[in-house]
């Protein structure tokens, strides 16, 4: 889905895809990630920004 939607996050070949979320996940909570708009969102925020087409 990233992809579609232009939005970066780290992928194969940089990372191994069977460990890609530990490289993900501190990259998305880094400053540069905070910079381009990602936040950290608990289970129902992300399920209410998810049901209006909002993508963390």
């Not at 939005?7 to 990259?27: G, S």
Request: no cysteine; glycine share 6%; charged share 15%.
């Amino acid at each position: 889905m990233s992809v579609r939607l232009a939005v970066p996050l780290l992928r194969p070949p940089e990372h191994r895809a069977d460990i890609l979320v530990t490289p993900q996940t501190h990259w998305l909570n880094s400053a540069t990630g905070r910079t381009l708009g990602w936040r950290a969102a608990d289970l129902q925020q992300a399920q209410t920004l998810a049901n209006q087409g909002k993508f963390l």
